[in-house]
């Protein structure tokens, strides 16, 4: 198995910085990506490669990484961001594909 | 536009066999590896399985191994999940997702999921 752990939820105010943490043992030597899930809706890219950002994307989402931990931070939070935000990374081989636990992010 | 549409979702009973589908557009279906992705409710996600673009090689999460079987057919654009000895665990959102090696195998395009309930 692959297990990456995430704080199950995250508080901020509209317009303060929020950082989510995803961390795994093996997280030095594989990719991590960040995916954003609105109530009732498929997931969306919004990290990938660790830090990379697909187009679309604002640019208040960021990611970056240390070690055993990544983190994906907004910058400027809105009421919009209110989601959960799984990390995901996998092996070298891509023949498996973990998922952390998911953070609720609420706006306060 | 790029697309992925999930079908074949619905409500069976505890060991019972259920085949789901993922329709493709808007893309080069044969050039992508695609996967199944799952999601209880109020649960997070939780990856099922993944098959290369040529079906050479598939990938199966532990828990899914024996019972489950992907399959694709590159000719339709579809990709398939055949979920057999279904337990009410299974029940959950069944996503398709593709990985594009231009974003290092992210699973940059998601399909709005099909719901599969298993349930006497």
């Known amino acids: 198995s692959y297990e990456l752990t995430q704080p199950p939820s995250v508080s901020v105010s509209p317009g303060q910085t929020a950082r989510i943490t995803c961390s795994a043992d093996?997280?030095?030597?594989?990719?991590a990506y960040w995916y954003q899930q609105k109530s009732g809706q498929a997931p969306v890219l919004v990290i990938y490669?660790?830090?990379e950002r697909p187009s679309g994307i604002p640019e208040r989402f960021s990611g970056s990484s240390s070690g055993t931990t990544v983190i994906l931070t907004i910058s400027g939070v809105q009421a919009e961001d209110e989601a959960d935000y799984y990390c995901q990374s996998g092996d070298s081989s891509r023949t498996y594909v973990g998922f952390g636990g998911g953070t609720k992010l609420t706006v306060l | 536009q790029v697309q992925l549409v999930e079908s074949g979702g619905g409500v069976v009973q505890p060991g019972r066999s259920l085949r789901l589908s993922c329709a493709a557009s808007?893309?080069?279906?044969?050039?992508?590896?695609i996967h199944w992705v799952r999601q209880a409710p109020g649960k997070g996600l939780e990856w099922v399985a993944g098959?290369?673009?040529?079906?050479?090689?598939?990938y199966y999460a532990d828990s899914m191994k024996g019972r489950f079987t992907i399959s694709r057919d590159n000719s339709k654009n579809t990709l398939y999940l055949q979920m057999n000895s279904l337990r009410a665990d299974d029940t959950a959102v069944y996503y398709c997702?593709?990985?594009?090696?231009?974003?290092?195998?992210?699973?940059?395009?998601w399909g709005q999921g099909t719901t599969v309930t298993v349930s006497s």
């Open positions: 997702a593709k990985r594009d090696p231009a974003y290092i195998y992210a699973m940059d395009v």
């Open positions: 098959i290369s673009y040529e079906e050479h090689n598939k």
């Open positions: 808007g893309f080069t279906f044969s050039y992508y590896d």
């Open positions: 490669k660790d830090t």
């Open positions: 093996a997280l030095p030597n594989q990719y």
